[in-house]
């Protein structure tokens, strides 16, 4: 039966578009595993461990939690994102996030991710480094066994913790270096924390091979995003949306070909933007800027990869073949084995032609 002309069917066309999202193969370039972890994961480790780290509980009732998850700002939401952190004690937890984000990933159709592990806050919440890497060595093969995931690790420093921190997590990272170590981060806050203070453990690492993808230009404007990339040779850059309040980095960062790891959702529910509206990701695309879409903390930010790509979609208006560029604008940006990348764009390919997105 043919549709009358006069039906206007934008809930079929989103549904379709919901199904081309669902059925495209994604990376996810930008994510923690501490912040990927589900509400009944958080819950389970919250009942596990109540009384290890007293005065910086997490709740153990579902409303309870949902409600410590709304954040007021970004450093509210640093603050709540430390005490889950700190529930993580064991080896076996670092697996059961890992078994969680791997089902949640491949629940999306992504088949790589990078996944962002603290290992010096692991360590201050009880697991040895040791521990922690052999963890996410058998984490990652069960990823890859069971739900057919491809997973690397980026090591982060936290800001907080100043250069030492971020030396310590250069020593684990090149120490240790558990199967699938792809790169080096630094996350927290940027508020008067200058990036590049972290220059010297960023060159270390750099100089055993690490790839750089340093967070800049989140909270703050472009010079962060500068700093970043000039000082920490950064190879792709965690949000970075403060670089579209000036036009010379754009267009350094569209020349060079260094992608944005872009949280849409992230960003409103931290409040470093007010509304998905006015979230600087058009801008981005506009001046030619490689774009990768992320969820950053999924479990705490309540959202996941194909509910980025359908905002872009909702509320930016990309089309089913912008969406397509944009997942291969990821698999691009991946520091993944090169044969998984080919058949990642393949299989882009392929069900861009099926589905005639
Ligand atoms: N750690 C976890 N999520 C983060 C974010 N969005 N920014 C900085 N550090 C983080
Ligand atoms: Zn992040």
Redesign the pocket.
């Known amino acids: 039966m043919s549709t009358p002309d006069h039906a206007t069917p934008t809930h079929a066309a989103v549904s379709d578009v919901a199904d081309f999202v669902a059925a495209l193969p994604k990376v996810e370039l930008h994510l ?1 595993l ?2 990927s972890a589900s509400l009944d994961t958080v819950l389970a480790l919250a009942r596990r461990h109540p009384e290890v780290h007293p005065g910086q509980g997490v709740p153990t009732e579902v409303n309870a939690l949902r409600r410590f998850y709304a954040f007021t700002d ?1 450093p509210h ?2 603050e709540v ?1 430390r005490r889950v952190n700190l529930l993580v004690h064991t080896g076996a937890d670092v697996i059961s996030l890992v078994a969680g984000l791997a089902a949640e990933l491949a629940a999306r159709t992504v088949r790589y991710a990078e996944v ?1 592990v ?1 290992p010096v806050r692991n360590r201050m919440a009880g697991i040895s480094f040791a521990d922690l890497a052999g963890a996410l060595t058998d984490g990652r093969a069960l990823a890859r066994q069971e739900y057919g995931v491809e997973l690397g690790w980026v090591f ?1 420093a ?1 800001s907080a913790l100043g250069p030492p921190g971020a030396e310590e997590t250069v020593d684990f990272a090149v120490n240790h270096r558990p199967e699938g170590t792809v790169g080096i981060g630094l ?4 508020l008067g924390v200058r990036r590049a203070d972290f220059a010297p453990a960023f060159r270390r690492a750099r100089d055993a091979g690490l790839h750089s993808v340093p ?1 800049a230009g ?1 909270t703050v404007g472009p010079a962060e995003v500068w700093a970043a990339v000039t000082e920490l040779g950064a190879e792709r850059v ?2 970075g949306i403060g670089s579209a309040a000036d036009p010379r980095l754009l267009e350094l960062l569209a020349e060079r070909g260094i992608t944005l790891e872009v ?1 849409p959702t ?1 960003n409103v529910r ?1 409040a470093a933007v007010s509304s998905l509206e006015e979230h600087p990701l058009p801008t981005l695309l506009a001046a030619g800027v490689p774009v990768t879409l992320a969820t ?2 999924p479990g705490m930010f309540h959202t996941d990869l194909n509910a980025e790509y359908l905002h872009c979609h909702e509320v930016f208006g990309l089309s089913t073949a912008e969406l397509a560029d944009i997942a291969r604008a990821g698999a691009r940006a991946a520091f993944c084995p090169e044969p998984l990348r080919e058949a990642i764009l393949a299989e882009i390919d392929q069900v861009q032609r099926a589905t005639g997105g």
């Open positions: 923690h501490v912040g970004f939401f640093l994102y962002q603290t982060d936290d996350g927290g806050a940027e967070h989140e965690g949000h949280c992230s931290t950053d903390d």
